[in-house]
């Protein structure tokens, strides 16, 4: 079973940021958090990841609360074309990802 | 740098009929992970292979699937006897021979979608 929880959909106006939130309340100290998202009938493609500190890269930002029990994945400027599905998921040394269900994210005009 | 190349994109078997789904790593990967996605569900872990090995085979059922990996060519997801509840995505991803472990991100392949009729 997943170790993350998430809202099921979201909608947002183009243009503006997006908040994706992702609860993981039984995380371990070693564990990585990840986001993938997946475009329409394409297959995953990697957003982001860490550990403990806050990320910043091309695509989006990643805060992690101190305690490390939830996570923000942050659009600072969404577009149509980010209109997915996001998937949290927290990942150790294992190779295996373990996928819930994630987040619709819908980005209105 | 061609990323992970999935062929067919698209495959339309009938019953009992056999699938074969192939997956070429990106260039200079040598391991390859398999996954299903029903729809409106997220990605199941199927198997993980090496170059001439199966790795981790815990996610495959037992009958009717198998994956390989050959030292030379693209690796093969191969179902026989295809039943309608196969019907699904199939993924594959890939990483470097060094894997880098949970401090690294997956590039997937576009995926087959498989349909049984």
């Known amino acids: 079973d997943a170790k993350t929880t998430q809202p099921n959909s979201m909608e947002s106006n183009e243009e503006e940021p997006v908040h994706l939130p992702c609860n993981h309340s039984?995380?371990?100290?070693?564990?990585?958090i990840h986001w993938y998202r997946q475009l329409p009938s394409q297959g995953p493609e990697y957003v982001i990841h860490g550990l403990t500190s806050n990320v910043n890269n091309r695509m989006a930002s990643l805060a992690i609360a101190e305690d490390r029990k939830s996570s923000t994945l942050i659009l600072h400027r969404a577009t149509l074309r980010d209109a997915a599905v996001y998937y949290c998921i927290l990942r150790d040394s294992n190779y295996q990802l373990i996928w819930g269900a994630g987040t619709k994210l819908i980005i209105k005009p | 740098n061609a990323g992970v190349m999935q062929n067919p994109r698209h495959l339309v078997r009938r019953r009992g009929q056999e699938a074969r789904l192939r997956c070429s790593p990106m260039?200079?990967?040598?391991?390859v992970y398999w996954y299903r996605q029903l729809p409106e569900e997220g990605l199941k872990f199927m198997v993980y292979?090496?170059?001439?090995?199966?790795?981790?085979e815990s996610g495959m059922p037992k009958e009717r699937f198998s994956a390989e990996f050959p030292k030379e060519g693209p690796s093969i997801l191969r179902i026989q006897q295809v039943v309608r509840g196969d019907s699904a995505a199939y993924f594959c991803?890939?990483?470097?021979?060094?894997?880098?472990?949970?401090?690294?991100?997956?590039?997937f392949g576009s995926g087959t979608r498989l349909t049984v009729v």
């Open positions: 292979l090496q170059k001439e090995n199966i790795i981790d």
């Open positions: 991803a890939s990483s470097p021979q060094s894997d880098r472990g949970s401090n690294y991100g997956y590039t």
């Open positions: 260039k200079g990967h040598s391991h």
């Open positions: 039984t995380i371990s100290g070693t564990d990585y």
